[in-house]
């Protein structure tokens, strides 16, 4: 099982098809605390974790995760 990490989330929809494919664990990195907090109804558990950050100034830890996604980074 792989760790995910996935910048700008959004509503979901990739955490969506990754936790589909029984990942470790999923954290998801939000700009927007009105989408977080509705992210984190949707996308919850243990080993589940959606903060508040911005993708260009990440203070995550060194190898925090085996997958990185920002999928919707591509669509802005």
């Not at 910048?7 to 494919?21: D, E, Q, W």
């Not at 992210?39 to 243990?46: C, F, Q």
Request: charged share 25%.
């Amino acid at each position: 099982m792989d760790k995910a990490l996935e910048f700008a989330p959004g509503l979901g929809f990739t955490a969506s098809i990754a936790l589909k494919n029984n990942q470790k664990n999923y954290t998801g990195v939000e700009l927007n605390e009105e989408v977080a907090q509705i992210l984190r109804k949707n996308i919850h558990g243990e080993d589940r974790e959606i903060i508040i950050g911005n993708a260009s100034k990440s203070t995550l830890p060194d190898r925090l995760s085996d997958k990185v996604y920002g999928e919707a980074m591509l669509t802005m």
